[in-house]
T-cell receptor, first 112, second 111 residues
Framework: SQTIHQWPATLVQPVGSPLSLECTVE??????LYWYRQAAGRGLQLLFY??????ISSEVPQNLSASRPQDRQFILSSKKLLLSDSGFYLC???????????FGDGTRLSIL | QKEVEQNSGPLSVPEGAIASLNCTYS??????FFWYRQYSGKSPELIMF????GDKEDGRFTAQLNKASQYVSLLIRDSQPSDSATYLC???????????FGSGTQLTVLP
């Protein structure tokens, strides 16, 4: 089964600073990859998904972007963080359409 | 807009009882249904998935799906304090490509 690595586990950043969160997957090829954000006490909001290298779909307008430079690497970025970007960022992997998604351990991001 | 609704709880049950968690969804074309468990401060962990109408059992967990009523539930038998967590219901859209999550039900199992 696949293993999803996310880092860092926690991050504290000032408003206006850049962001780069990385997700890498082991144990599968050509996965569908997802970035979610979870605000405190809330459900998961889908931010981006990717079905292959260089293919990114965005679900909500925002100041975040995503890239997939390699088959098993998915990166979430921002040029300038906002206070509203605080949250728990989760990367998920799906091995086929309709299959369960499995999550990495997440990155807890706090913006000061 | 596709919606997945869950009672936020908190739901409290005594140890050894059956916990019943419910979820309704708005998209009649939904094809796949998942239950995740999320401990406080941790990422969601898949515990059950169901694709067809009826019941699916896995150990102490039973998922029930009724597509006509657009309803999916999770039963936890012989509840243990370690089952205390937030349970997230998730549903795919008609293309089975996107997952919509409910906001979760917080379950507390009292020793």
């Amino acid at each position: 089964s696949q293993t999803i690595h996310q880092w860092p586990a926690t991050l504290v950043q000032p408003v206006g600073s850049p962001l780069s969160l990385e997700c890498t997957v082991e144990g599968t090829s050509n996965p569908n990859l997802y970035w979610y954000r979870q605000a405190a006490g809330r459900g998961l909001q889908l931010l981006f998904y990717s079905v292959g290298i260089g293919q990114i779909s965005s679900e909500v307008p925002q100041n975040l972007s995503a890239s997939r430079p390699q088959d098993r690497q998915f990166i979430l970025s921002s040029k300038k963080l906002l206070l509203s970007d605080s949250g728990f960022y989760l990367c998920a992997c799906e091995t086929g359409v309709g299959q369960p998604q499995h999550f990495g351990d997440g990155t807890r991001l706090s913006i000061l | 807009q596709k919606e997945v609704e869950q009672n936020s709880g908190p739901l409290s049950v005594p140890e050894g009882a059956i916990a019943s968690l419910n979820c309704t969804y708005s998209d009649r074309g939904s094809q796949s249904f998942f239950w995740y468990r999320q401990y406080s401060g941790k990422s969601p962990e898949l515990i059950m998935f169901i694709y067809s109408n009826g019941d699916k059992e896995d150990g102490r967990f039973t998922a029930q799906l009724n597509k006509a009523s657009q309803y999916v539930s999770l039963l936890i038998r012989d509840s243990q304090p370690s089952d205390s967590a937030t349970y997230l219901c998730a549903v795919t859209d008609g293309s089975a490509r996107q997952l919509t999550f409910g906001s979760g039900t917080q379950l507390t199992v009292l020793p």
